[in-house]
């Protein structure tokens, strides 16, 4: 294959040789009927999002996850904006997750 090489030839050209038959993963956003949770995007204290963005500076993705995850648990009003930032965490979404991090005290201190 020439170079630099085109990932969708590459995998087709997997496919075909090995008699390959790819199987695409369902959307985060649609996967098992989930939906969003509805309401208000409350942020947490900023003692939290300082460690969280701290987690995601280091990229300690999975345990951003599990963290959020054990937040969401202990309040469930944070459950959209935990929501996000899950999903964000979850596709490896780094540049975005950081900017959500860093402007949520600004809507903390708008509300």
Same mark, same amino acid.
């Given at each position: 294959m020439p170079k630099p090489i085109a990932l969708g030839a590459l995998l087709d050209a997997l496919a075909r040789h090995l *008699? &390959?038959?790819? !199987?695409? $993963? $369902? @959307?985060? $956003? *649609?996967? =098992? *009927?989930?939906? %969003? @949770? #509805?309401? @208000?995007? !409350?942020? %947490? #204290? @900023?003692?939290? &999002? =300082?460690? &969280? =963005?701290?987690l995601a500076e280091r990229g300690r993705l999975p345990e951003l996850s599990q963290e959020l995850r054990a937040l969401e648990a202990e309040d469930p009003r944070l459950g959209p904006w935990l929501a996000e930032a899950r999903a964000l965490a979850d596709e490896f979404r780094v540049r975005e997750l950081r900017a959500l991090l860093s402007a949520a005290p600004e809507r903390g201190a708008a509300a």
């Amino acid at each position: 294959m020439p170079k630099p090489i085109a990932l969708g030839a590459l995998l087709d050209a997997l496919a075909r040789h090995l *008699g &390959l038959t790819w !199987i695409h $993963a $369902a @959307p985060a $956003a *649609g996967r =098992a *009927g989930e939906r %969003p @949770p #509805s309401g @208000p995007r !409350i942020p %947490p #204290s @900023p003692e939290v &999002l =300082a460690r &969280l =963005a701290d987690l995601a500076e280091r990229g300690r993705l999975p345990e951003l996850s599990q963290e959020l995850r054990a937040l969401e648990a202990e309040d469930p009003r944070l459950g959209p904006w935990l929501a996000e930032a899950r999903a964000l965490a979850d596709e490896f979404r780094v540049r975005e997750l950081r900017a959500l991090l860093s402007a949520a005290p600004e809507r903390g201190a708008a509300a």
